[in-house]
């Protein structure tokens, strides 16, 4: 099982990112799918959720109106689109799969497989 995020890099303040994460797992429509942050220093943090069939969605109130989760079920492929990035939102970004019986988990211990984590940089 192989999860493997890309689309990290650096960016101004108010600039866009678009992470993708490639996903291994079968069936993939049975991963709840998710994306954690982590800063230098700090711990591991939920950013975004998204169910089964992407007919639902959960976000952390920071990224809440310019983060969107989408999903690919086709193509076994989850997507983060940042918008308005701000320099707070600098951090490692992974994303995660877990085939429990909630779809909108925000506990990382929840989470079966990672991926290997894409860094973001926005700077001010």
């Known amino acids: 099982v192989q999860l493997q995020a890309s689309g990290g890099g650096l960016v101004q303040a108010g600039g866009s990112l678009r992470l993708s994460c490639a996903a291994s797992v079968r069936p993939f429509s049975s991963y709840g799918m998710a994306w954690f942050r982590q800063a230098p220093g700090a711990e591991r943090e939920f950013v975004a959720v998204i169910s089964w069939y992407g007919t639902s969605t959960d976000y952390t109130n920071t990224v809440k109106d310019r983060f969107t989760i989408s999903r690919d079920n086709a193509k076994n492929m989850v997507y983060l689109q940042m918008e308005s990035l701000k320099p707070e939102d600098s951090a490692v970004y992974f994303c995660?799969?877990?085939?429990?019986?909630?779809?909108?988990?925000?506990?990382?211990?929840?989470?079966?497989?990672w991926g290997q984590g894409t860094l973001v940089t926005v700077s001010s």
């Open positions: 995660a799969a877990s085939k429990g019986d909630r779809w909108n988990s925000r506990k990382s211990d929840y989470y079966t497989y």
